[in-house]
Nanobody
Framework: QVQLVESGGGFVQAGGSLRLSCAAS?????LGWFRQAQGKEREVVAT????????YYADSVKGRFTMSGDNAKKTVYLQMDSLKPEDTAVYYC?????????????????WGQGTQVTVSS
């Protein structure tokens, strides 16, 4: 059984930074960060594979967010810089056992509880 535990959300002013962490137990191949703003659909932010494939970033966060992983600790991180008010959302860590990268939330079998990120203008 896979469990994902997130931490690191909070409140920050525009232009600030936050780092999210997600500790994964169990065997997974691909992990992703998704977010859901109030009244909007859930969207992919970034995905990473333990096999070393290139990390994927949504266009809206390229150049500002960095996803990384520590295989030994089975933990992934999302470093968020130059935050904007439109980044405000609940951020979810997700994992899938298949080895293919995916940006589709329904292809991820396991989800964390979510952590709120609020960026004020």
């Amino acid at each position: 059984q896979v469990q994902l535990v997130e931490s690191g959300g909070g409140f920050v002013q525009a232009g600030g930074s936050l780092r999210l962490s997600c500790a994964a137990s169990g065997r997974t191949f691909v992990l992703g960060w998704f977010r859901q703003a109030q009244g909007k659909e859930r969207e992919v932010v970034a995905t990473i594979s333990w096999s070393g494939r290139p990390t994927y970033y949504a266009d809206s966060v390229k150049g500002r967010f960095t996803m990384s992983g520590d295989n030994a600790k089975k933990t992934v991180y999302l470093q968020m810089d130059s935050l904007k008010p439109e980044d405000t959302a609940v951020y979810y860590c997700a994992a899938r056992r298949a080895s293919q990268m995916s940006v589709k939330d329904y292809e991820y079998e396991y989800w964390g509880q979510g952590t709120q990120v609020t960026v004020s203008s």
